[in-house]
Every structure is written in structure tokens, then in C-alpha cells.
């Protein structure tokens, strides 16, 4: 079946780092794909979509590049800041049914 | 903005208890959900909806009811509530052609 994997499930960082957080996917279309953002206390918000139409989504510093040769979008930051401590959802998206949701990574950044 | 809201934010429930979880989107969309997040851990999801009157099986639905009485409403059931279902619960939504979804603030259930 459809799948998305994280395999890291912490990453740790000091301010100014920068952020790689690895994604892969299986499907048997050219999905759209989804990161989310939960900061804690609060529920997943939308970080960014990318399609198949656009391959590469940019929002608040982070980028994201939807590679179909190798199934991956990783979710990537030049420099991280402390308030981008959260835990990050790598999402295949799915119209007719639920996304699929990665398995998380908790970045923590140290000031 | 699109707004999705849960009720109670906050319960502590019986062992062996009835519990109701609703939620309410005012966003005119079509499907909505429910996850659970165990502390420390990620998303996992239980029921969804696609239609009013209908719902589909998640993930991990063992001990869980779900309800869409319309389209604006979906409420998750607990018939027996055991310990096991502690945990925090999100409720979200999402319009059709591959849109975000939109989660609510969570409730965070206690089961003694």
C-alpha cells in the first residue's frame, strides 16, 4: 500500500544550522505531497504542498523539492531558528480517501 | 479562515464509560477525521468521513465509533473507554481536489 517515511524521529540543531529532514514515499501515482508543522500544544498546520505540476514548494525559509526519480521530498532550511522547534509531518496526500502521514521528526533547536 | 473546533478540550473519564468527542468545521468541506497522538508520539488515524451519514474505518478503529450527522459535525465515540485510550485526540478537515487539511485544537482525554 501507499506509505511515507521518516526515519528520523529527532533531530537536534543549534541556531543558524541547517535543517535536512528526510522523506520518502511509495505509490503507485505521482501524488501530491504535503509538509505539516505541530508546534507543541497545538495541532498539525500546513508548512507546505507541492504537486506534480509544481515540484518545489517554498514557504517561511523552508523548501521542499518533490524528486520522482528517487521518490523522496526532503524538507530542507538554511538556517534554523529556536521557534522552529517542532515536529514535522512528511504527508502523502490522497483525494479519494486519508492522507498518509509520515511518522514525524522532532527538531529541537538549541539557542 | 477556515476554523475547525473540538469539545471538550479537556476530559478525564471512567474506565468502562461512554465518551463522546465532537467536533465542528465551518469550512463547507466534505471529509473530516479523527487522529489520536500518544505523548511523544505521532498521528494515527482512527475513522473518517467523506459524506454526511457515512464513515470509513482508519487505521486503528478497535474501540472506536465514529458519527456525521451532517456535514459540519463528526463525533467520535467511545463506548467502553479504557486506559489504553488516553491520549490526545485531533479532529481535522479538508476540501476536495487534494487540499489541506485543517486540524482543530485537540482534546486531551483521561481515562482512570
Known amino acids: 500500500g501507499d506509505s511515507v517515511t521518516q526515519m528520523q524521529g529527532q533531530v537536534t540543531l543549534s541556531e543558524d544550522d541547517f535543517l535536512f529532514i528526510n522523506c520518502t514515499y511509495s505509490?503507485?501515482?505521482?501524488?501530491?505531497l504535503f509538509w505539516y508543522v505541530q508546534y507543541p500544544g497545538e495541532g498539525p498546520q500546513l508548512l507546505l504542498k507541492?504537486?506534480?505540476?509544481?515540484n518545489k514548494g517554498i514557504s517561511r525559509g523552508f523548501e521542499a523539492t518533490y524528486d520522482k526519480g528517487t521518490t523522496s521530498f526532503h524538507l530542507q532550511k538554511a538556517s534554523v531558528q529556536e521557534s522552529d522547534s517542532a515536529v514535522y509531518y512528511c504527508?502523502?496526500?490522497?483525494?479519494?480517501?486519508?492522507?498518509?502521514f509520515g511518522a514525524g521528526t522532532k527538531l529541537s533547536v538549541k539557542p | 479562515e477556515a476554523a475547525v473546533t473540538q469539545s471538550p478540550r479537556s476530559k478525564v473519564a471512567v474506565t468502562g464509560g461512554k465518551v463522546t468527542l465532537s467536533c465542528h468545521q465551518t469550512?463547507?468541506?466534505?471529509?473530516m477525521y479523527w487522529y489520536r497522538q500518544d505523548t511523544g508520539h505521532g498521528l494515527r488515524l482512527i475513522h473518517y468521513?467523506?459524506?454526511?451519514?457515512?464513515?470509513e474505518k482508519g487505521d486503528i478503529p478497535d474501540g472506536y465509533k465514529a458519527s456525521r450527522p451532517s456535514q459540519e459535525n463528526f463525533s467520535l465515540i467511545l463506548e467502553l473507554a479504557s486506559l489504553s485510550q488516553t491520549a490526545v485526540y485531533f479532529c481535522?478537515?479538508?476540501?476536495?481536489?487534494?487540499?489541506?487539511?485543517?486540524f482543530g485544537p485537540g482534546t486531551r482525554l483521561t481515562v482512570l
Open positions: 481535522a478537515s479538508r476540501g476536495r481536489n487534494y487540499a489541506e487539511q485543517f
Open positions: 505509490t503507485t501515482w505521482y501524488p501530491t
Open positions: 507541492v504537486t506534480t505540476a509544481n
Open positions: 504527508v502523502l496526500g490522497d483525494n479519494n480517501n486519508a492522507p498518509r
Open positions: 469550512n463547507n468541506h466534505d471529509y
Open positions: 468521513s467523506y459524506v454526511a451519514d457515512s464513515t
